[in-house]
């Protein structure tokens, strides 16, 4: 049986690999690996390539695949092999999960519109923008080509408009929440106020009938001490 390889193109000038995203060199910018295919691309590339993947009705990264292969993928990491984290993203959703949190029955404590785990994303964001300064930082220092600086700063935009977007998700989605749980507070504060309804009636009905049965007593006692 013959051997089955996926052939990745290559640059007419400096005959290097190519990301499978973009057709420019890998060399140009930083570069991201998929486990456990191997495949390599631009990292910005592939960051993109899973954030156009996003849905509100689908399990974020279950439908994950790469791009050259179609193999799911089990982790992403750079050359130096370090962990490159894969978050939801809300600043090309934010609109969309308004509009869904606004529809009866938005389950507000999922995994990905979660106050406490939009507030964990939110952290983590802010030490991958520090992160990205540092990177940038050695880059300059090592006289990296302009792409490579591009690219840097590229991810950094997107991050810190992620960053933004959680940190106004995290507001709107708990004011919604609030509204929409007032209610059945108040339903149940007025079962509390009010715990037998049925009850109170049958005691009102009845102080009626023992209030107006002491009246027709009375005028019947005034009646006979008249006759006397």
Known sequence: MANISFVVSESETDKELD???????????????????????????????????????VPWMSNHTCCLCRAKPNELYDVERHYISRTFPYEEKEEEIIQASARPGFNFDSLIFSVIHLRTYASAISVRLRMLEEHKRVALSNAKVKDYIEDINQEMDKFGHRWCSIHRLIEKLTEMKTAATMPQQESVANSEED??????????????????????????????????
């Open 195 to 228: 715990p037998d309804p049925v009850g109170s009636d049958a005691t009102s009905n009845t102080t009626m009938t023992e209030s107006t049965a002491a009246r027709d007593a009375s005028t019947a006692a005034d009646d006979d001490i008249s006759n006397e």
């Open 19 to 57: 990301c499978a995203i973009c057709h420019t060199p890998l060399s140009n910018k930083r570069i991201a690996v998929l486990g456990p295919c191997k495949h390599r691309f631009h990292r910005t590339c592939i960051i993109s390539w899973f954030d156009s993947l996003a849905s509100l009705s």
